[in-house]
């Protein structure tokens, strides 16, 4: 029995509607990885700039107390700290006009999600000496203090105390939209056990 017009123009309605549904799940599935590969993307160079943001961080903390006025045993070590900050005296690092120790000071501002350090001169002069903003930093200590059988880890350091084996600095971007793994750098400490040249070495009250 032969088709009818009718039948052959409903035919061709059909297959219209099938291919038109066929095309949207596949614009649908384009846009879906598209979407998927600029936020792999996009996360990936928010990796990037953090991993070079959070070693820049842990290279200057190391370096910062390279040259630090630090001591071991049998006398205060010269270092104090808490979660948020870090205080030592150090020799001038290079570039420096100083011609005496210079106060180091490393601060975290939790309001402004900035980490700084900070250099003050013989002459009290205060210089902003490196700054990271958009991180949350916090400051662990590790070492044996005057009341302490062995070493152990503390959040808070005493200036009279002797100076610590080595400071954590854990740093984690703030507010941020995805995850990235916290960064722990640690400083292990030179300390030193013999006179400071004749300096006073403590940090300024």
Not at 16 to 31: H, Q
Not at 88 to 94: D, R
Not at 138 to 152: E, H, K, L, M, N
Not at 169 to 176: D, G, V, Y
């Amino acid at each position: 029995m032969a088709k009818s017009a009718g039948d052959e123009d409903g035919f061709a309605l059909v297959e219209a509607l099938v291919g038109l549904a066929i095309f949207s799940l596949c614009m649908t599935a384009i846009v879906s990885l598209t979407s998927l590969w600029t936020s792999a993307s996009q996360r990936s160079r928010q990796n990037a700039a953090w991993t070079m943001k959070e070693q820049a961080v842990g290279r200057a903390l190391v370096s910062s107390l390279e040259s630090a006025f630090l001591y071991a045993r049998d006398r205060p070590g010269g270092l104090d700290g808490t979660p948020n900050t870090l205080r030592f005296v150090s020799a001038p690092p290079n570039g420096s006009n100083s011609d005496g120790h210079v106060e180091i000071r490393w601060t975290y501002d939790d309001q402004l999600s900035r980490l700084s350090m900070t250099m003050t001169d013989d002459h009290v002069a205060q210089t902003v000496a490196a700054e990271s903003v958009g991180v949350a930093a916090t400051f662990t200590f590790f070492g044996r203090t005057a009341i302490d059988d062995r070493p152990i880890e503390h959040q808070n350091w005493k200036s009279d105390w002797p100076a610590p084996a080595y400071i954590e600095l854990r740093i984690s971007p703030a507010n941020s939209t995805h995850k990235v793994s916290e960064a722990r750098h640690y400083a292990m400490i030179r300390a030193k056990n013999q006179n400071c040249n004749n300096t006073n070495c403590s940090p300024k009250k």
